[in-house]
């Protein structure tokens, strides 16, 4: 699995104070070490770096402080990978 | 609102002679749970974006999703994300009982239920390996947000609407 975006990441944790006081709440789309822009929704984030970067990588985040937690107990606990002993 | 109503019936397995037995519905869906079967792709939003330029996007992919009102988020795998050609858009870490710490890529694709026109954008779709449990997606509580679902385990059945 190719893991990309840590430039992006890095840069979006060094300026995120910042952002959060001018920007709170929106969505960034940033590439690089550059802030591309500011959105009010995902959808908007999205086609601007799609429009700019096709089918390449590049970060789209809200700016906030604390991320949504995401669960999926079947992939955090392994159940999809259980062994079932009867199996249909 | 078009639905979906899907029953196990008519399932059969061989037996411990070699024959053919036939296994309850309510059976087949308590093994398997609500999957569906779904055309997986690149987001319309961006794959617009990218033909208007020219560009091409890499065709949709098919298989089994699972409906799983335990995830918060919806998933696919990894594999599969890359081969439509899904752009990464962010990294979030997960921890399982396997591998603590794994980071995950999150694509922005949309799924279609075969056959019957439904389906559903997912801006934040996580990346995890499922092919080798016969499924490319796991359509979590995000994209049920704007659905129904029935289960009926009574009967071997369950129906699902967008």
């Known amino acids: ?88 | 609102m078009p639905i979906l109503h899907i029953e196990f019936n008519n399932v059969e397995v061989k037996g411990p002679d070699g024959k053919p037995v036939r296994v309850p519905a309510k059976q087949v869906l308590q093994a398997h749970g609500p999957r569906l079967q779904v055309s997986v792709s690149v987001m319309p939003a961006l794959t617009k974006e990218v033909t208007q330029q020219g560009g091409t996007v890499p065709s949709p992919m098919s298989g089994f999703a699972l409906i799983d009102t335990g995830a918060s988020t919806t998933c696919i795998d990894t594999e599969i994300a890359e081969k439509i050609g899904a752009p990464v858009i962010d990294k979030v870490t997960m921890s399982s009982a396997s591998h603590p710490d794994t980071e995950a890529n999150i694509y922005p694709v949309r799924f279609d239920i075969l056959g019957i026109g439904l389906g559903r954008d997912v801006p934040r779709c996580m990346g995890a390996a499922l092919q080798c449990q016969g499924l490319i997606m796991l359509i979590g509580r995000d994209a049920l947000v704007d659905c129904s679902l029935f289960y009926n385990g009574l009967t071997g059945s369950f129906t699902f609407s967008i």
């Not at chain 1, 995120?16 to 709170?24: H, M, S, V, Y």
């Not at chain 1, 601007?48 to 990588?57: D, I, M, V």
């Open chain 1, 1 to 88: 699995m190719i893991l990309m975006l840590d430039q992006e990441i890095k840069y979006f944790n060094e300026h995120l104070d910042a952002w959060l006081k001018e920007f709170p709440g929106k969505i960034a789309l940033v590439k690089g070490q550059e802030l591309i822009g500011t959105y009010d929704t995902e959808a908007e984030a999205l086609t601007e770096g799609a429009r700019r970067y096709k089918l390449e990588s590049f970060l789209v985040r809200r700016i906030e402080r604390n991320r949504p937690e995401i669960q999926i107990p079947a992939l955090t606990l392994g159940i999809l990978n259980a062994d079932f002993a009867h199996r249909v």
